[in-house]
């Protein structure tokens, strides 16, 4: 009978929206829902995860590369070969989801990429803080100002993004004219594949990325490398967002007569930059070298902002902001194990379906 009563009052102050904790006789005793809100809550059992990163620095020949872990993923590395900034982005879980890369140094036309300095590149408890320097590369060899960047880098595991913000200013020992041309402001490389054989038996485009999506004051555009190889508009801008959107690379290498490669989600890799002075205005500029346009090796697409050689600025300043997202989520690809070719332990790839590969 006791029991049917404590039942019956359990059920009343549910319905009554009230609260009844058990003595420890069994008892109910009734305590309005108002003021158990008020009772100090009890500790939270499932705190936010803090994410825990370490650098590990290699030696790979004259190549250094700087590899940033959040816990026990590898979501970025910085590659120094002799003297470049390159930052390589995999904020996704497959084990070949490398894509696109940001070269983040400033270049005149036509100059082999170099004059880095990495000054720092060191883990603390919210990130990862990168500072660089060095000169602006011309032609083969040459140099023409210098420059240095700051950034921090985070990475969020739950929606698989890596974020940065930073600073980043240039000096130019003059204005830029005919002689030095537009100075390009950072590099974005990335793989485009034109008419190429597909893992599901079709042919069509694929690669690391699918198109550049553009944004700036009062200017907003798409690029599809097949249909504007060299696509320099003369829109200006003092901010410029470039997002290079990630894709589902399935070409089939073993029907190219290579050694076939697995499928792999690459992820989007967008920067923006916003001028300090507003008088600096910026222009996009992008090319798609047809000529290895079916070559999964090789960079051939040049994704660039310029200041146009007409600008007689010679100190530019601006903010930096960075994001590179995985696509997996958008894709709904399932994610396999396989094991490692190299010493066999089972890593992540994306789940394109056996059957319909060689």
Known sequence: MRTNV?????????????????????????????HA???????????????????????VGDVTEYRFWADEHHFMTLVDEQGT????????????GWGSSWYAQPFLPGAEMGHTVIDLV???????QVIASGSVSRGASSTYGTWDVSLFVAYDPTERVITGTGTYTIALPSPLDATTGDLNLY??????????????????DTGDMAVARVG???????????QSPAHFPTDRSPWLSIDVVGAYNVVDTAAQGYARIEPAIKPSLQVTLTAHHPEVEMMFGALYDTSVGQDFWEDNI?????????????????????ES?????????????????????????????RSTTP
């Open 6 to 34: 404590v039942c019956w009052l359990l059920l009343l102050g549910v319905l009554m929206g009230l609260r009844i904790p058990m003595s420890a006789n069994g008892t109910g005793l009734w305590e309005p829902a108002r």
């Open 37 to 59: 809100a008020a009772r100090t809550r009890a500790p939270d059992l499932h705190p936010a995860h803090v994410v825990a990163y370490l650098v590990e620095q290699r030696q």
């Open 85 to 96: 900034l390159n930052l390589r982005p995999r904020p996704g879980r497959d084990i070949n």
């Open 122 to 128: 060191q883990a603390t408890a919210g990130g990862i």
């Open 187 to 204: 590099r974005i490389a990335s793989n485009y594949l034109h008419n190429v054989p597909l893992l599901h038996g079709d042919m069509g």
């Open 216 to 226: 700036g004051q009062g200017m907003g555009l798409t690029w599809l490398p097949p």
């Open 302 to 322: 040049g994704i660039t902002p310029l200041i146009p050689h007409a600008s007689d600025a010679t100190l530019l300043a601006f903010d930096v902001g960075f």
């Open 325 to 353: 997202r995985a696509i997996e989520h958008h894709l709904m690809l399932p994610m396999v194990t396989r094991p490692s070719a190299q010493d066999g332990r089972q890593e992540l790839h994306c789940g394109l379906p």
